[in-house]
């Protein structure tokens, strides 16, 4: 396994956010689902080693972030997209990327240069360099982000939500990229889309409460839905969780409603069921 987490606990103050949690990941693009607060933002810090858990152990391309030596080793390998990232309005998207270069030791003026034209350009920024952070259109800005974490062609990405802002043409590109990285490297990203999930992950973790509630393919968590989804003419009001479609038909999840006729699972289907929250939503 590339990264295994074992036990792994942070509170802040006397909130339990990270709950002895247990993961595994191995190589390839692993989605972390789960609402607001589940703890995803803490766990991708802890493991992007800018935040100290309070117990358990990580081990990270074999690495223990514990041990400060191999800390500093783990952070010359892994590329950090933070959910707000910081950045210097004034400077250009060509300095900001090359200042984290500088950070990241790269050293040689001229090696430096090429790769942050290299990252520049797999984002579809080259034609920016010049530009402003603060001249940049969010979408421009989240892929700002994702350059920098690039830089180096770190073994381990840590992405914390990276499509927020994406239209959904460069939501495909940025599929087509991360996919392409995750041939060869672990990949982990938290995100609210169960669409990317669906389209880009090998597995997913499904977090709840700062523990991990579900671990298992895209496929199998669409699965896990199955029997419990359901189309109807007429509202359900035995189903936990409905919904109406741009068809008119109600969409349910839960119990079987009056008239209900099974409908095909999908991520996001047994997403809502794991968390088990009920709502009605009308679309
Ligand atoms: N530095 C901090 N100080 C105090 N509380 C914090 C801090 N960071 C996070 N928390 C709290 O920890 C809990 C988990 O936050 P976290 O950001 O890890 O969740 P998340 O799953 O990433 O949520 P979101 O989907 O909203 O990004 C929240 O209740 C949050 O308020």
Redesign the pocket.
């Known amino acids: 396994m590339e990264l295994t987490v074992r036990g792994l606990t942070k509170s ?2 006397r ?1 339990l ?1 990270l709950d002895s949690l247990d993961l595994d990941f191995g190589k390839g693009v692993t989605g972390l689902l ?1 609402r ?7 766990l991708l810090r802890t493991l992007a080693t800018t935040l100290a858990p309070d117990g358990g152990q990580v081990c990270a391309l074999g690495l223990d972030p514990a041990d400060r030596a191999q800390r500093t080793e783990l952070r010359r390998r892994l590329g950090y997209l933070p ?1 707000n990232p910081g950045f210097y309005p004034h400077f250009t998207v060509f300095e900001l990327v090359e200042y984290v270069a500088i950070l990241k030791e790269l050293t040689d003026r001229r090696d430096r240069h090429r790769e942050v034209r290299r990252v520049l350009a797999e984002v579809e920024l080259a034609d920016r360099a010049k530009t402003k952070v603060r001249k940049l259109s969010g979408g421009m800005r989240q892929r700002l982000a994702l350059a920098q974490s690039l830089l180096g062609d770190p073994d381990l990405l840590i992405l914390d939500e990276p499509t927020v802002g994406l239209d959904p043409e460069q939501r495909m590109r940025f599929r087509a990229l991360v996919s392409r990285l995750g041939e060869s490297r672990t990949v982990l990203l ?1 995100t ?1 889309q169960t669409e990317d999930v669906a389209a880009l992950c090998e597995r997913v973790v499904v ?1 709840k409460g700062g523990r991990s509630v579900f671990e298992g393919t895209p496929g199998e968590l669409a699965g896990a839905a199955r029997g419990q989804v359901w189309l109807s003419d007429r509202a359900p009001d035995a189903a936990r969780l409905f919904w109406r479609t741009a068809d008119g038909r109600y969409r349910a999840l839960g119990d079987r409603p009056p008239g209900g006729v099974p409908a095909e699972p999908g991520v996001e289907d047994g997403y809502l069921l794991l968390l088990d929250e009920p709502v009605e939503v009308t679309a």
């Open positions: 802040f103050g909130r956010v789960g607001n607060g589940a703890g995803k933002t803490t959910q938290s609210h977090m």
